[in-house]
């Protein structure tokens, strides 16, 4: 099972926290909800690409014990900007994945893309409580996680929306009762424009989500519907639930954020607000729950809810990616690492929106799935993929 369980455990002092990824959207969004409750946490170490200022300045707000970059070139800043502060410095790949195996109650892992997949695995062989917030760690990787949070008794907290949502409303102890998954997409900013449209989409379009504030990558993801792709692997592994059980279901106001259907006709919903601090609160404080500055839902006020079926036409992402999970193997690894090279070069301005899918299909297309069954083969499937996406992008014009 690779979900956590209550627990009867009452914390009688506050917890520690390692955030990885804490200058991104979900790291920012965890850190203001530690700062709203200073008698709840206290921060052991943070992570960062290479925002070496919001880093410093967080690592001083919430006195951090440890500081780390993944870029070795900016060690130097990152050393002088903490001078005098008490906290250590750090940086390299390596270096983040020892902040993720420090001693701490909880870490939240929300590095982007397959770049947090080592990090999130050296806290699960610790054992630690995981808020799971980045979905590429069980896209790559799925079984192989789930297998060492087995055995490393660790536990997984998802924070997307969505497998949050599922989890609040899933029965756990009677599975069997449970007959469907049903995630929900915003459809992002393109959901009623034609493919002629799209084909004309601009980076800052593609970045202007109408319901969620996210980083960039993300936000690309949404609006080619990649990400809730990426979202039906991530609840096959997390949920145990095969992939035709798994149903998604467009939903532009984002007020339900995923449901779950039971055997005997009954459709349990979350809904909330679109602010990714439900979730996090959430994950943060369970079994518990706790106080957010959240709006609350006025359901009088939205007055309707929407609901479509995808269109498989304008959003192929869905397809490829039901189909890298019904092969198995390497194929989730190879459409994650050629969508991550795709949506760099679309955000570069090298390519056009529409091009993102169809470099993915033509990445699958040439990797068939072959077994995985350690760590080295998914950064192995994770190379060889970006390496033919880079060529295929050359191809098209556009550089890797």
Known sequence: MSLATPSLKTATQPKRLTVLGSTGSIGC????????????FQIEALTANRSVSRLALQAKRFGARLAVVADETCYADLKEALSGSGVEAAAG????????????????????????LAPTLSA?????VVGLANKETLVCAGGLMTGEVTRCDAQLLPVDSEHNAI???LDLEN???VDRLVLTASGGPFRSWSLEEMAAVTPEQAVAHPNWDMGAKISVDSATMMNKGLELIEAHHLFEMPEDRIDILVHPQSVIH????????SVLAQ????DMRTPIAYALAWPERMATPVDRLDLAAIARLDFEAPDPRRF????LARAALRAGGTAATTLNAANEVAVAAFLAGQIAFVDIAAVVEETLDRHPSTPLTSLEGVEEADGRARETAGRLLEERGGRA
């Open 29 to 40: 969004s965890t850190l203001d909800l530690v700062e709203r409750n200073p008698e709840a």
């Open 93 to 116: 790949p390596a270096a983040v994945a020892e902040a993720a195996a420090r001693p701490c109650d909880w870490v939240m892992a929300a590095i982007v893309g397959a770049a947090g």
């Open 124 to 128: 699960i062989r610790q054992g630690r």
């Open 167 to 169: 989890f609040q409303v």
């Open 175 to 177: 599975r069997q009762t």
């Open 258 to 265: 995923s449901m779950v259907s039971y055997v005997d006709g």
């Open 271 to 274: 809904l909330g607000q679109p």
């Open 316 to 319: 192929p992402a869905l397809a």
